[in-house]
């Protein structure tokens, strides 16, 4: 009797040890989910001059607050839903203002901008955007011949974008650059450890969503040490050779394995 009693005490004791610790593991969890996505590259170098509050339930996570861009909506989205222990995420973020209306000028110089924010290869950050009717013009400086047509290229590849001017100017200063100082795409290669693999991945689906060329693949993408491997199907060779080499651009990506099948 006695035994049988020890015996239920244990099993009591037990039962409630796991009770208890399952909620703290499950807090932990949820803990770790909201630190990293606000540590992600995506949130504090794209997202950071928005209002996202992130709040994780046993791996369920609902972004509320607001953000400037519509694309920043789906780039929040992507970030959090490639972190380790999110079985869900529940957008309710708002775009803050008026958003511009799809095809529009103003809609074609955000998604221009946007795509090529992405690239390491070329210089987001020193190219003016301006569109008229459809048509893109840039301007700026680039550092050689070949980032500018690449520009270019990125561009053009803008769903909506009917034609692109570009009147970036390669001068001798830029292509040397200054004593000490580093090219956009050096800058970024110096700091590609630091990029997580969440951020790459939603990188990369942003990416190949924004490409004309590439928007309707059906692509899975999974990222390991900056690793990224992309799965799914493509029409033909030159679609899958596309898919890699525009992936192979995006920042923090160190290598693509592609195992699309067509």
């Not at 980032?147 to 692109?164: F, H, I, P, S, W």
């Not at 992309?230 to 290598?255: F, I, M, P, Y």
Request: positive net charge; proline residues 1%.
């Amino acid at each position: 009797m006695k035994k049988a009693m020890y015996c239920l005490t244990l099993l009591v004791t037990i039962a409630s040890l796991f009770l208890i610790n399952v909620p703290l593991f499950a807090s932990e969890t949820d803990d770790r989910i909201e630190s990293s996505a606000k540590q992600s590259y995506v949130f504090k170098t794209y997202l950071k001059g928005d209002d996202i509050k992130i709040q994780s339930k046993d791996g369920v996570v609902t972004l509320t607050g607001t953000v400037s861009e519509e694309s920043h909506k789906a780039l929040a989205q992507e970030t959090v839903a490639g972190l380790s222990g999110v079985k869900s995420v529940d957008n309710k973020l708002d775009v803050k203002g008026e958003t511009a209306a799809k095809f529009t000028d103003a809609w074609l110089i955000t998604k221009v901008k946007s795509t090529l924010l992405f690239h390491r290869n070329v210089n987001a950050t020193g190219t003016e955007i301006l569109a008229k009717d459809g048509n893109v013009t840039l301007r700026g400086e680039a550092t050689s011949a070949a980032q500018k047509d690449l520009t270019t290229e990125y561009a053009r590849d803008v769903e909506g974008v009917k034609n692109v001017k570009n009147e970036m100017t390669t001068s001798k200063a830029a292509a040397a650059a200054k004593p000490g100082k580093k090219a956009v795409g050096e800058k970024m290669d110096a700091i590609t450890e630091s990029i997580d693999d969440a951020s790459i991945t939603a990188l990369v689906k942003t990416t190949l969503l924004y490409h004309r060329s590439t928007s309707a693949l059906k692509t899975t993408v999974e990222t390991k040490d900056g690793v990224v491997k992309l799965g799914g199907k493509a029409k033909n060779a030159a679609e899958k050779d596309l898919a890699t080499k525009l992936v192979s651009d995006v920042h923090g990506v160190n290598r693509v394995i592609n195992n699309m099948t067509i």
